[in-house]
């Protein structure tokens, strides 16, 4: 297919993309905190070296092999002609990344920020599959989710395919926009995580023959809630970059995406604990703080396109989706998320992204680089939500049945829930030979009078 | 039954981008949209009852 021209950024751009890029990896650090915070004290250690293994497979895999199926626009890429349009479906990079310029040019800063973000959604299923997924597994796991399924739709997304020209293509529009990655990294992360739920099953105890779930509390709540804090900065990187590269923010609009980010959070996170409050009788620390980042989550795809009085509105629906959701799910699904990964990342990413169809407003220039931003000059927002639906539709009859799929064929050659030996010991000693708080074993010698 | 709601699921998301190529005007197209959407939380129901019906045979 004949590429349109790299988009080129200012240099004032390309240096606050830089900075915003930076910061990214404070959202992975956050979500590995409450992912260990949520799981058992017996297998704290196990998930932050979780974290950090995929983090590095998710990288490595990534820069090999996943950039060159997503790219970006201007880059060589696959199409075929369905009733007179192009539908691109694929890139055509070669292997290693060797194809771009690193020298600090648009498709760079991509890559660099392509790189975390696909560790962020492959840390998020680790926060499902806790207390019983073993790390090769979940390494394993991540090289699928970052060779393939994570490059593919992000490239349909932010890589000028076939989701991004809905607009100049079918006029529904400006096709599929997704600023911070709402779809892209946390709905693909989200399902991925429940593919992983379904297919490792519940922990050992959580139901009883009754099918009664038992409340398995997080071991600590001050790594969760320090976790939230740090993921809201990360998120500031993250909307701020994606704005900037795939939507062709200025630099003007990134005080309003910084103003939107913390107004959806902070939303989300009040409308969980005063549901809990009302609920309980006391706010839910766990459930505010799944509020929090649900909240960042949905504010991630239009972040740059509303006001501040409709991320307050995103923010409060993420907030009661994701505090319903958490509770829906184990309750009369079974389905044992710990983190509660399922309902903050996909529930709330979903939600955000239908909520840019329904309150988003496209100031000119008609932004969405990977569209091509200048096919659809004259292009209204009616139509919008279409475009978004469409882009849901794909989450669902997509991702979800190939994330499934791939996790199943490898659960097949390499089971990836431990054995019940495993979990009966925690993952620490069982994975790793040792805990992380070596100061809560007691030895009898402590109780002897010296 | 688990593979038949992996299938609804294509099959409405078929449905949705079919309806994106081939009709033009707007009404017909929301509603073979919608119809395709509601396909697939029919596909989605079905995954997670066969998951919920496995989960009890093995307990």
Redesign the interface.
């Known amino acids: 297919m004949t590429p349109m021209p790299v988009p080129a950024l200012y240099e004032t751009s390309a240096a606050l993309c830089m900075f915003f890029i930076l910061l990214v990896p404070f959202a992975i650090a956050g979500l590995s905190l409450a992912n260990t915070g949520l799981g058992r004290s017996r297998s704290a250690a196990h998930s932050m070296l979780a974290s950090l293994c995929v983090i590095a497979v998710a990288a490595v895999v990534y820069v090999i092999f996943g950039f060159s199926w997503q790219g970006f626009v201007g880059l060589p890429s696959h199409a075929i002609i ?2 007179g ?1 192009p539908w691109n479906w694929i890139a055509a990079e070669p292997f290693f990344s060797r194809g771009i310029d690193r020298g600090g040019t648009t498709a760079s800063l991509v890559l660099l920020l392509q790189m975390f973000s696909v560790g962020l959604a492959a840390v998020i299923p680790l926060g499902a599959g806790a207390d019983r997924w073993r790390l090769g597994a979940a390494c394993t796991s991540t090289a699928l989710l970052a060779g393939i399924t994570y490059p593919i739709f992000a490239h349909w997304v932010w890589g000028g395919g076939w989701l991004a020209q ?1 607009g100049a293509n ?1 006029g ?1 529009g400006h096709g599929f926009v997704d600023a911070g990655g709402g779809s892209t990294i946390q709905a693909v992360g989200g399902l991925t995580a429940l593919s992983i739920t ?1 297919i490792l ?2 922990r050992r105890g959580k ?1 009883s ?1 009754e ?1 009664m779930p038992a409340a398995i509390p997080g071991h600590n709540p001050v790594l969760v809630l320090f976790g939230c804090l740090l993921a809201l900065v990360g998120w500031m990187g993250l909307n701020g970059a994606g704005a900037i590269l795939f939507t062709g923010a200025e630099p003007r609009f990134v005080v309003l995406i910084a103003v939107n980010t913390m107004l959806a959070a902070s939303s989300a996170a009040l409308a969980a604990a005063a549901i809990t409050r009302i609920r309980f009788g006391k706010p839910d620390a766990s459930l505010s703080a799944n509020g929090w980042v649900g909240g960042l989550v949905a504010s991630s795809a239009a972040c740059a396109f509303v006001d501040p009085v409709p991320a307050i509105v995103i923010g409060l629906v993420a907030g009661t989706l994701v505090t319903f959701s958490v509770e829906w799910l184990e309750l009369h ?3 044992d998320d710990p983190s509660g990964a399922i309902s903050v990342h996909a529930v709330a990413g979903i939600w955000g992204v239908m909520a840019l169809g329904l309150f988003g407003h496209f100031p000119a220039p008609v932004l969405n680089v990977a569209g091509g931003q200048l096919s659809v000059p004259n292009a209204g927002d009616t ?1 919008q939500w ?1 475009a978004q ?2 882009g ?3 989450l ?3 991702v ?2 190939l994330t ?2 791939l996790n199943w064929v490898l659960n097949r050659f390499y089971p990836q829930r431990v054995p019940a030996e495993g979990e009966r010991q925690g993952m620490d000693l069982y994975d790793l030979g040792a805990g992380a708080y070596p100061e809560f074993v007691t030895h009898t010698d402590d109780f002897t009078q010296r | 039954m688990k593979l038949v709601g992996f299938l609804l699921l294509l099959s409405g998301w078929a449905l949705v981008l079919s309806a994106v190529i081939l009709l033009g005007s707007a009404l017909p197209r929301t509603a073979f949209m919608l119809a395709g959407v509601g396909v697939q939380v029919l596909g989605l129901t079905l995954v997670v009852r066969s998951h919920l019906v496995l989960r009890r045979e093995k307990d």
Request: proline share 7%; glycine share 18%; charged share 5%.
């Open positions: 369905v009733t349009k809905l079918y529904l379904w099953g519940p139901y023959a099918g699904l079974a389905v139509g279409m639906l469409v849901v539709a794909t669902l009859g997509f979800l049945p499934y799929g």
